[in-house]
T-cell receptor, first 118, second 113 residues
Framework: AQSVAQPEDQVNVAEGNPLTVKCTYS??????LFWYVQYPNRGLQFLLK??????LVKGSYGFEAEFNKSQTSFHLKKPSALVSDSALYFC????????????????FGAGTRLAVHP | ETGVTQSPTHLIKTRGQQVTLRCSSQ?????VSWYQQALGQGPQFIFQ???????GRGNFPPRFSGLQFPNYSSELNVNALELDDSALYLCASSPLDRNTEAFFGQGTRLTVV
């Protein structure tokens, strides 16, 4: 069964320091991987995705993620954190084998709350 | 902003009542999915509509139902509301392209009392 794990409920980092939010996945076939961010009382905003190609993916707001097939991981990173990055981050996977007739189910992790301190 | 709009933003209902939530998808997107996000959890897939038909469903009972209209907008209906139905309900739209991400609305916060 497909699944996504975000092992940290919360990550604390000082402003200006690098940040990493971890994600591991379990899926049959080659995964389609996504990161979304959620601010209070808001929906999910797309950050970046891995479909194929280069293992290092660059996304919005200076975020990037590294796909590691051998470790089944897709960690989110940013070289220098901002206080405004404080939010809830979700990793999600879409199993391409399930994509037929427009079927577009995403499986989400439980989320990691990022707190960036001044 | 994603172009996906949901209404209402907040709703309070009594246990046993029925509720209808609405979603307008982004222009050009013909697939709409609904997710339930309980407090402190990640979104859970409810079902998806494509060409006005349900073509995928998560682990939710039949009292969760939906519609998609010719303009690709959608409704989520929940009958016989239970306290555990209290959650943020998210609508996501996407084109028929496996390489394209889903775009989410801001959600409807449903509270069942």
């Amino acid at each position: 069964a497909q699944s996504v794990a975000q092992p940290e409920d919360q990550v604390n980092v000082a402003e200006g320091n690098p940040l990493t939010v971890k994600c591991t996945y379990s899926v049959s076939g080659n995964p389609y991987l996504f990161w979304y961010v959620q601010y209070p009382n808001r929906g999910l905003q797309f950050l970046l995705k891995y479909i194929t190609g280069d293992n290092l993916v660059k996304g919005s707001y200076g975020f990037e993620a590294e796909f590691n097939k051998s470790q089944t991981s897709f960690h989110l990173k940013k070289p220098s954190a901002l206080v405004s990055d404080s939010a809830l981050y979700f990793c999600a996977v879409r199993d391409p084998l399930m994509f037929s007739g427009g079927y577009n189910k995403l499986i989400f992790g439980a989320g990691t709350r990022l707190a960036v301190h001044p | 902003e994603t172009g996906v709009t949901q209404s209402p933003t907040h709703l309070i209902k009594t246990r046993g009542q029925q509720v209808t939530l609405r979603c307008s998808s982004q222009s050009g997107h013909n697939t709409v999915s609904w997710y339930q996000q309980a407090l402190g959890q990640g979104p859970q897939f409810i079902f998806q509509y494509y060409r006005e038909e349900e073509n995928g469903r998560g682990n939710f009972p039949p009292r969760f139902s939906g519609l998609q209209f010719p303009n690709y907008s959608s409704e989520l209906n929940v009958n016989a509301l239970e306290l555990d139905d209290s959650a943020l309900y998210l609508c996501a739209s996407s084109p028929l392209d496996r390489n394209t991400e889903a775009f989410f609305g801001q959600g409807t916060r449903l509270t069942v009392v």
